[in-house]
């Protein structure tokens, strides 16, 4: 099975513990991107996971593509070229302090990329999924018409296509988002939100939503999900639930509809070590399960179970397998040590 | 706003992790000291803040002095001078086991300080605020002398006082303390203490205690205050309210006594990252509070919410901006990343 | 007093923090194994603690050496000869994610010992108490028999033998381990067991434990126990209950039988900073009990008290005093900073 | 006395120890560009060095102005504005690899600054001696015009200028560099330079140089300089003398013209730990010489035991005593332990 | 071009900088083995280079998969199976103390390998040039058998076969390793040896040899190597002179023999960071330079730049581009700064 | 055999690698002092070496018998009471940049001991050496006295005692180091010494010596012997010759005289990785020469060989087995990785 997923991949920089930038004499250094992260979750899974984006043709350019390597994602459509490597700062936070992102992702490689840089049709070529995140486009450039043809070319040779709305309000407005992703929505199959991103990207606002205080109300969630399949022609709907309680403990679960149907996960208390990037987990868990052809249920708590996990473990990626999800998702929440 | 503390900075030396002193091949250093902490948290709020001490004119007394500056404190008042720095070992602790804290700062070169070292006329010279703690007093030497003299200027001067009454059973007894500490109260405007700083240096009891259990009775509080303001004639008090529920979870909240009326703050379960000055990043809010015309309940809740987002930062010195602390304390508890 | 314990000590090596093993570019190195465990323990006691195994003739079984004296263990019986150190991967897990060891134990030094290795008469002279685990005889080779002629030696010299289960599904099968462990019973005058232990190595099962959420229930486990002590005629049972919440929140407390009576200890909540070695705590903390005279009680609460604090220690072997221990056991469990 | 630097500062991240960047999970975080250097330097000598920058409103330009008043830098002109930090990379070499910086630069806050920006009448007030270095204006934008204004203001005041030619093949072209620089040279008293920044800046070659091998010629040098000192109305003029033998193994020494005559100093052979920012010791050296009013063969020696000693220290920026400087200027070059 | 090797690739671990095995409480993780080493540097020249083992099957072999797979090296053929991962500890030496190798490789499942583990017919398929070392044979088990295997099909095949004898006193005996190599030599086109090499493997003594002190003696070499074309029909010979001074400088050179004629290359004074590995660069620098029909002048130094750079970079495998090696076998040997 | 040593262990605090104490946020933990470096020495060595001092009674005080211990030192004579553990910190220094020491160790408990801590007669006890250095008494307090005791029990004992003068400017003047030291040189058998000592302790000058740069005369300091052994009874005196070209490199060397006769010994450049302890670990290759009857020029050989590689060894102790010295002090310079 050939996936091919397509984005921006920053340099992640953090100070090590929950240090915060002015104490840092040292960074942990780290490389991801939503889109990205799915290659790499779907390689380890056993998929052949193309990641398509551009980087600077210098040792940094370099180090990303080893890392890629590294997870067992094709790195064929890495293209090399001008611009740098966008860099967010992460600092982890904890309890009443939230961690805390810095971009600076201004200039990159792939920022600067032009149409005639991704061959679609031949990128494309025996695909079976093809993935983006609302970030891709919120880069600017030509990045919005970039993805417009690909995902022309995905239709036009049948291949199936999932969107991760991801709206990211430090770089671009509601309007902005909406004006460039709501035209996308007839190409995509499989769309993957949270509370904020239907309401930021495709208007849907969920009711009775204490963001601050991170307690959710399902009912409203299947409502604006229904609302959304009566404007889109989706297959497939995957929202994730995060309960935000704390920067450390969080509540997280997902819902899916599929055929008409709406199913809800388990739920998971999760005690958090690196939460960039679960989202991604999830994305890929759910892509996994229909490569793979799970039924929804299956597939939901696959891809929780992932997405859970993942926030166990340092850095953007996951490092996963698929009996460790399987274990997780069949109910084994103990967490003794396995010897 | 000028505003001047006094007492000793220490060199802290930590295992990193949870590691014990026996198993330390390696020390994190952090710098800090109850007065210096308040000076560095007013020094991030725009305070021009002056730290006054006294260390070894070497490059260990240079260290403090640049540690100092980095976070904006003024070290025009830092003398250099014969002594030692004073070194603290902290083991950090987890669950049952305590955080455990070995002194060695005998010999310090503040303890060995001269009245003739701090020319107080000329220190608080426009100040607006003038800050000490029990501890040091506790030093011992001239000490006790040289702050007697601070407090005498700082009334010429017309300037607010402010002391948090830190009792140290490792530096003095009850009755040393209360000696000293008893005489100083008719010059302090702002009293800041905990349950135990009470007890031991005011003699006032708060019925009905289990700190072994961490459990707290807010009516026994209020009344301890009371008996307080009867006997001192304060402006404002205020308390903090730690209950210990382990070593890396606490209750953390705050009582203000002021103008008569009594206000309690909201109250946070804090994971901790390092909870060592986070009394002083209190003090260091009540004060700002003071010196912005915050009101009572905004005072307490802008210390308290401070206060509380220093147990997640590494180090004694606090690392927040006006803007993250107000964030918090106007309800935004729910940890989410900020991107 | 004079202790011995018998065992195998491995290299333990982990990623930085909660790293997996393909991130590691650093492993933390720690030494331990059940019994060497024990005697480290019990040499902060002020016991004459002697480790006995063999190691290879090299600078890695040298530090194996340096390791056990820097704790105070006797290393007087640690024999050098061919073969390898066994090595143990742990990656340290978090929330839903277990922690997970990878044994790299073929081929070490003590699985390939001799009878001749250990003249148990001369090593257990004087002796006061011998412990050994079924770690032991599982690595095979000549190893049961070894231990077999130690248990021999130990009851004709009149030597309290203790014998922790410590069954280990990827050394042998629950019958390989009851051929060998059963005649083992006899000699045996305190034994330390889990419910797994139990159940797989003396086929005693307790009734309605979920191990996967980790709930328990005491009538099951007064009923085992009960069992156990018709069939051996043992002096002293102790059993383990951890209930596995989560890879870093576990309930932890034990049983014991003595004399007819069943004593249940306090209940603690553990948050994890490393769990590898508590049961061995416990049993250290049992012996000592014993070799104190300490009432049934007071033994257990004190093994409980030991065990929980080694969950907040890196590495295997617990670094406590016994004045640590007794101030847990005795009540205070708030955690408060010691300043 | 004070003096007033302008430039750039970047955030410097290198793998650690010998590493590529390919094998870099962690970077060592420093601080540094031409001007700040010479700015910590001058500060440490207990100079008023005022170092003139923008920086982005962010986190992460607030550690750039932590960096610096830890150094006791005065940061009153570093300006928040838009754009990023510049970024550079340093690998660190050995023996025959070189080592190898990688700029992201592109896009900074100073190199988007305006001539509003910075108030040079304002910041030049009082001020004895006004440094840059060639670098300033090779980043294009505003900054030759800012240069340019600035130059003119320091003259209009008397204030002393110093220039560091600083030629970087990666910034602009010998013509580019020729086109802005040569009109600046009107306005410097002091101008410092290497082989390289003579011939590429002011066209000067210097003969019979190997820099493959990195023999030097003293006799091309001085004539060289006369050339130069016909050209420009130059009171003083630095040339540092770098013989690279190999990344880690370098001679260093120095000459200087002043009032007609050549001075050439000592001669170190230099084993290098860092030797980023030594050509701004240099620099410092020499602007502290004439603020102190050295003879010349001090001035030159104090230089260049400065920048000698700073291939020492770790970072961008030197950390020096004055006494440091002078012991080794004065000829102990043992290396003995002080103790 | 696709190149394969053949081998054992292990997990090295070193104590950090200097330190002795029983100071580390940390080790630095590297991967490498001499083949796989070759192939690492092929991948990075832009040859197809297979690199042909057998790893465990748990995450430990998972790791070495990664790594190999971040250098670009393919990993289609290497196998998982039973045996665990060979281990070798390096303590880095200085001045007069030398590095320290201790080897933990027993059992490796590459050890453990069988014939029918590897599809020579299938692995060989359209490559040019099939690589291994002494190593691999002298690892015992199936493995001279394997490697005799390979040979026969490289031959039928016409895959050119090179050799680097790397003589192991650990591992064999010379007479044992000259029973097994000495047959191997007819398959052999491409000889890589040392003087120790020859002497133990081939019979053949360089005369007027120190090794204690390290001077060497060009003639004897050159004897030598006439002898061994002598004996056998090499298409070419390639032998390193490594000069030892101490544990952190050595000479490096290397001569090469080639249809007739013997060359000398360049002699490189180096100052050592990691050493181990670097005779692998040279042979992977001879292997690309046959591919990339590089006269012999040309081809060895480029072998010998390659070889002298890799002192410089941490770990077993290089990490170099082309144009770095041909820069300094082009002569640039200062070292400068590349900025 | 059994040696007894008596002196002060310090914890030294070195910031790492080159950086200056300013820039640590870390301290590497190593603990030393001149006569527990000669213990540590000798336990490696197979002897039953006693340290005897006194420490805090504290976790700091229990961390240097754990360390101790490590080593094989036997601690039966650690003293535990009043006062703190003396530090010591150390800048790393390189090239013209000398290392440099800090002394924190005012008040330490040695420094505050009683003759009554250390019965000399049981300390002594069947012991054949006894190894103190002018450091201890100059300590002050009562330790002049101490040492003074421990002489006359050791004479009359029969212990053989060795001395090494260890002069420390920081310590007293030499008038105050004459005055104490003096009289003991009746009691001292081993005289250990280098040419400042000779110079300031016992009034002996070396002509011809060039301390700033390092060069030694020979004559001189075989004159200089003369005269010491003409005033004092001495059977053997040990003085090192080291040549201090630069912080990282230096000459090594030594000189004996016994019977009458002097001995030269080779001389080794070495490149230092830690140069504190090397004289320490000349003074105990020399003790355990006279232990195993060495010859002059053998014993000489072997204290050289020692001490030149503790060079390359972090911390202040060495770690060094007989045969690797044995190896190098018969000629084995090479540095040769083994393998």
Redesign the interface.
């Known amino acids: 099975m050939k996936v091919v997923t397509f984005g921006e991949l920053m340099m992640r920089?953090s100070p090590e513990?929950?240090?915060?930038?002015?104490?840092?004499?040292?960074?942990?250094?780290?490389y991801g991107g939503a889109e990205a992260n799915v290659a790499a979750f779907l390689a380890q899974m056993g998929v052949d996971a193309f990641f398509v984006t551009k980087v600077p043709a210098?040792?940094?350019g370099?180090?990303v593509i080893?890392?890629l390597?590294?997870?067992?994602v094709k790195t064929d459509w890495v293209i090399k070229g001008k611009g740098?490597?966008g860099?967010y700062?992460l600092?982890l936070?904890?309890?009443?302090?939230?961690?805390?992102?810095?971009?600076?992702r201004?200039?990159s490689a792939i920022s600067l990329a032009n149409l005639e840089d991704f061959p679609w049709e031949e990128i494309l070529e025996e695909a079976d999924h093809f993935h983006f995140s609302g970030i891709t486009p919120a880069l600017g450039g030509k990045l919005p018409e970039i993805v417009g043809e690909a995902l022309k070319v995905a239709k036009a040779k049948n291949v199936r296509v999932s969107c991760d709305l991801n709206y990211?309000a430090?770089l671009w407005t509601p309007e902005e988002a909406r004006k460039v992703m709501e035209p996308y929505m007839e190409y995509v199959d499989v769309l993957i939100a949270n509370e904020e991103d239907m309401a930021k990207v495709l208007s849907i606002e969920i009711q009775g939503l204490d963001?601050?205080?991170?307690r959710l109300n399902r009912e409203s969630y299947v409502k604006a999900v229904e609302e959304l399949v009566n404007r889109h022609d989706f297959e497939v709907v995957g929202v994730t639930l995060r309960e935000?309680?704390?920067?450390?403990?969080n509540g997280w679960s997902a819902m899916l509809w599929e055929g008409g149907e709406v199913y809800f996960s388990k739920r998971?208390?999760?005690?958090?070590?690196?939460?960039?990037g679960a989202g991604d987990a999830f994305a890929g868990g759910l892509i996994y399960g229909l490569l793979a052809g799970k039924k929804p249920q299956e597939k939901l708590e696959f891809a929780v179970?992932a997405s859970?996990?993942k926030?166990?473990?340092?850095?953007d990626f996951s490092?996963l397998t698929n009996e460790?999800i399987e274990k997780?998702a069949s109910?084994?929440?103990?967490?003794?040590?396995?010897?």
């Open positions: 920089l513990g929950h240090r915060r930038i002015q104490q840092a004499d040292r960074f942990e250094v780290h210098n040792p940094v370099d180090a080893w890392h390597r590294k997870f067992g740098r490597l860099i700062f600092e936070g904890m309890s009443q302090r939230p961690s805390k992102v810095i971009y600076d201004k200039g990211r430090k963001l601050k205080t991170g935000s309680y704390s920067a450390n403990v998971y208390e999760v005690h958090i070590v690196d939460r960039v179970a859970c996990m926030h166990s473990i340092p850095g490092i460790e997780l109910g084994t929440t103990s967490g003794r040590v396995e010897r």
